[in-house]
Nanobody
Framework: QVQLVESGGGLVQAGGSLRLSCAASGSIFSMNAMGWYRQAPGNQRELVATLTRFGSTNYADSVKGRFTISRDNAKNTVYLQMNSLKSEDTAVYYC?????????WGQGTQVTVSS
């Protein structure tokens, strides 16, 4: 069983930055992959960024060059650094982990970007 707890969301002006954190209950090094997804009202949940256990990253085209996913194995924490935020980045952001072929999700953290 994996538990994920997100933090770091909030209200920010367009052009600003936020860093989201996802603390995992187990060793993130053992996870096949971890990532961030988001869901805006009326929209489906979409991929933002993923990071495999081997260090490979993948980003949605809409966030490339602005967002960076990283991890701290010692703290069992994955981060999402979000810069140059836009109003369209407003959503609930969810942390995801894939462990032994199962998906685990956090409860989500709200990010609101005001224009």
């Amino acid at each position: 069983q994996v538990q994920l707890v997100e933090s770091g969301g909030g209200l920010v002006q367009a052009g600003g930055s936020l860093r989201l954190s996802c603390a995992a209950s187990g060793s993130i090094f053992s996870m096949n992959a971890m990532g961030w997804y988001r869901q805006a009202p009326g929209n489906q949940r979409e991929l933002v960024a993923t990071l495999t256990r081997f260090g490979s990253t993948n980003y949605a085209d809409s966030v490339k060059g602005r967002f960076t996913i990283s991890r701290d194995n010692a703290k069992n924490t994955v981060y999402l650094q979000m810069n140059s935020l836009k109003s369209e980045d407003t959503a609930v952001y969810y942390c995801n982990a894939i462990f032994k072929a199962r998906d685990y999700w956090g409860q989500g953290t709200q990010v609101t970007v005001s224009s």
